[in-house]
């Protein structure tokens, strides 16, 4: 049972814990939107990316790389020939392997030298591909197109998807008979900007050229390439005036 000093002390609290929940803002969740959208920008290619590997065999480690770096060597200064600069063709990889023959049980060593080509001039690709073949690459690879304007059509698509998902919002605010409010927060994805063509394909045209004897470049159209932005906008659902 409470003392009468208890009691007292209880219910003076009362009234002044009873004030102050009532000065308290009640806090109200606030109605939110949220749109996705996805904008993408197709430009020309300006940049093509090419990867060209020589293999060469031997007897010993040494023997391999000997002949590796004068087949390498071949190559470097054949595409060289073409025009390109020397910043253009940069070696991008080196190693050395054993391969045994466990039928024959015999052991030789593989050097390979990887080369990365890199050019704005794509009407020269059918021509360094040829020329690779012709020098002796074992592996055509990694044939990219990219562009000079990146940042710009990056800006460009990002611009296009932002406006798509305000008028998303736009459109499920008025179905909630309101309109947007404040932006509360947006975020944004962006695509690397670069587009591929098969090399498997590439490779199976040009060989069966060469091996025919025509010399003649086989034309290679450079794709679009496409430039991506994804966007997820927040705003606040405000009441129509």
Known sequence: MLSFRHWAAVSALTPALALAQDAAPTARPTAEIYAQARATVEVPATIASI??????????????????AREAAA???????????????VTRRVSAMQDV???????????????????????????????????????????????????????????????????????MADAEGGQLGRLLSSTTQESPGIAFRSPSTMLSSVTTGSRGGSRAAVPIQAPPVSISADVTVRWELAPKP
């Open 51 to 68: 990867r060209v590997d020589v293999s060469s065999s031997g007897r010993t480690p040494a023997e391999a790389g000997a002949r590796n």
């Open 75 to 89: 190559l470097r200064r054949g595409l060289l020939a073409l025009g390109l600069p020397e910043d253009s063709v």
């Open 101 to 171: 023959n466990y039928e024959t049980k015999d052991t030789s060593f593989v050097a390979t030298n990887s080369v990365s080509i890199v050019t704005r001039r794509l009407e020269l690709l059918p021509r360094i591909i040829d020329t690779a073949l012709v020098l002796g690459a074992t592996d055509i690879a990694d044939l990219s197109f990219s562009t000079d304007s990146l940042e710009e059509r990056h800006l460009q698509a990002l611009r296009q998807a932002i406006a798509k998902a305000r008028r998303r919002a736009e459109v």
